[in-house]
C-alpha cells in the first residue's frame, strides 16, 4: 500500500530540519502512528538511518519516510501540518474524515480529525530525546 498523506509547506520544513540535524547521513522520518488518544491517533517519530523490518520508505515532497504497515493505512488521506502556538508545537495530522473528540477537555482539545504531536515526541535512534545540561 502507497502513502498517499500530504505535508504543509509547514510540516516539510520542520521535518527537513528534523531529518538535516540528527546528524545521520541520509537519514530518512520514521513515523509511527497507532489508533488511540483522544484525537484517534498516538504517535511519536524520530531521524533514522535506515527502515526496521516491516517498514516500508517513500518520498513525499521530496522527504524520506520509513513507515510501518499500521502507520501507512492510518496515514492514508490525511494532511500533515506543523503547528505553533504560544503554549505548545508539534506535528498535527488533520484527517477529514474524523469525527470530533468526545471528551470534556475544551482547552486542550483540537480541531475535529486533528491529532497532536508534540515536540517532546522527538526521538533519535530510537532513543527519548535529552536536553543537554
Known amino acids: 500500500m ?4 500530504t505535508l504543509t ?5 520542520f521535518i527537513g530540519r528534523i531529518v538535516r540535524f ?14 488511540g488518544g483522544c484525537s484517534g491517533y498516538s504517535s511519536e517519530f ?7 523490518d ?23 488521506g490525511v494532511t500533515i501540518d506543523f503547528t505553533e ?3 505548545s508545537s508539534g506535528l ?9 473528540c468526545g ?9 475535529p480529525g486533528v491529532a497532536k504531536i508534540e515536540i517532546g515526541s522527538i526521538g533519535r535512534g530510537g532513543r527519548p530525546a535529552t536536553l543537554a545540561s
Open 46 to 52: 524520530s531521524a533514522e538511518a535506515a527502515p526496521k
Open 22 to 35: 540528527s546528524g545521520i547521513p541520509a537519514a530518512g522520518f520514521r513515523l509511527l502512528v497507532s489508533p
Open 103 to 111: 471528551c470534556s477537555s475544551a482547552e486542550s482539545a483540537a480541531p
Open 85 to 87: 502556538t504560544p503554549t
Open 9 to 13: 509547506p509547514a510540516a516539510e520544513k
Open 54 to 76: 516491516g517498514e516500508q520508505e517513500f518520498v513525499v515532497s521530496g522527504l524520506k519516510f520509513f513507515l510501518p504497515a499500521e502507520s501507512r493505512m492510518l496515514l492514508d
Open 92 to 100: 498535527s495530522i488533520i484527517n477529514p474524515n474524523q469525527a470530533a
Open 2 to 5: 502507497a502513502a498517499t498523506f
